[in-house]
């Protein structure tokens, strides 16, 4: 019996999240790993692969890092889960705050979905509001009903879940005053990440450094975030930004501090502990303490309880981590490699005449491939074509995430790949992209139907 067989008899989806599932690969991808060092992967048969997946984006300074792992490793030494708070939960506390200016207080989960779903009881409960509203362009929030019943995936979720929930265009302000006009008083915050391949910046371009110190771009409305921001203290709504992606990319300080917005509640998760399961709600002091209890009289908002949300060996990673972005400059190279992909990749593209067929887009840190066919159609067939033949080259690229581990010989192998392929995606294009692919589609995530 194969291993994806094996999972999926066991595991319902055959992975712990969707987005590992069978269906959102070439049918040629390796069915299950065993380890993973720096920028690669091996499976049970012992094939190396450099990977751009990278846990889910979870992984940003390569697979077992020995620093990283020695520093949760001395948290589980140490006990790894108390009675009572533990030393590093405090220590993470002040590291976080610390380091993310928007952050008055924390409060550390487990999973970007509980943060999520936090921070909206926080912007309720403050405001005596019931809606959020979140932009229709991004991907993903939380497993929780409240999201997922905005999918085509409803089954199982309570009907009226999605009855609070408004949607907007991301970059486009007029469709969010909108919502505020329809529903005066009554929207309790906005939620939205910073940025995805999409920025908030109306400019043809931003690359590393380019706007960070810029006040006249940073504080005008050529800045859809703060045009956000200000329209929400103005509603007297919550400026909430979801940092999965964003944080410990854009910058140490997350995508808030890069964009020069001050959100009143951020969460982060992801890269916070390259792998270790930790996630992080922050925000303004005055908005965190309704999760008090050391306030008298105070009526009660039941914020997030969790056995295992101050598990040590997670926060011991995440202090860890951040030290070393701090000395090795993490963001940076980060950047600088991922320009130098979406230049590279676009340049041979170009050579193959195919520009127009497949490229990235995207800022460095955040880059995205795009797959058309014969009529310019974004095609999840040549989507899938690519990433089939990415993988006979042992390459594993379901998406674009760098690390701090890719480096010069990693850029050079994946150009060299990178040229191969394109003479079968051409051929593809001109033969039919059937006659190439060897397994089914990928496909999309949010779906009413398998």
Known sequence: MSYKRKLENLIPGGAHTYSRGADQFPINAPEILSRGKGAYVWDKKKNKYLDYGMALRAITLGYSNKVINRAAINQINLGNNFTRPSEIELKAAECFIENIPSADMVKFAKNGS??????????????????????????????????????????????????????????????LINLFDQFPNQIAGVMLEPATSETPIKIDSIELDDIKQDDNILHSDLNFLYSVQNLCKDKGSLFILDEMIT????????????????????????????????SALGGKKEIMELGSINIPNLERTFLLSSTHGAEMCSLGAFVKTVEFYKRKNVC?????????????????????????????????????????????????????????????????????????????????????????????YKKALSEGVHKYLEGPSIKPVFRKFN
């Open 114 to 175: 509980n943060v999520t779903t936090a921070a909206i009881k926080l912007a309720r409960s403050f405001t005596g509001r019931n809606y959020i509203a979140i932009p229709r362009q991004h991907p993903f929030y939380s497993f929780d009903d409240w999201f997922i019943s905005t999918t085509p995936i409803k089954r199982g979720t309570c009907p009226d879940s999605s009855k609070y929930i408004l949607l907007f265009d991301y970059g486009n302000l007029d469709s």
């Open 247 to 278: 944080g410990f990319r854009w910058h140490l300080k997350g995508g808030a501090y890069y964009f020069g917005v001050e959100p009143d509640l951020i969460t982060f998760g992801k890269a916070m502990a390259n792998g270790f399961s930790i």
């Open 332 to 424: 940076s190279h980060l950047w600088k490699y991922g320009i130098e992909l979406k230049n590279s990749f676009n340049k041979l593209s170009q050579n193959h005449n195919l520009r127009e067929h497949i490229y990235m887009t995207g800022p460095g840190i955040c880059l995205n491939y795009i797959c058309k066919d014969n009529d310019l159609s974004i095609s999840t067939e040549f989507r899938t074509l690519f990433a089939q033949e990415m993988i006979k080259r042992k390459i594993l690229m379901p998406w674009i995430s760098i690390s701090y581990s890719h480096g010069n010989r990693e850029l050079n192998k994946t150009l060299n790949a990178l040229d191969d392929v394109m003479k079968i």
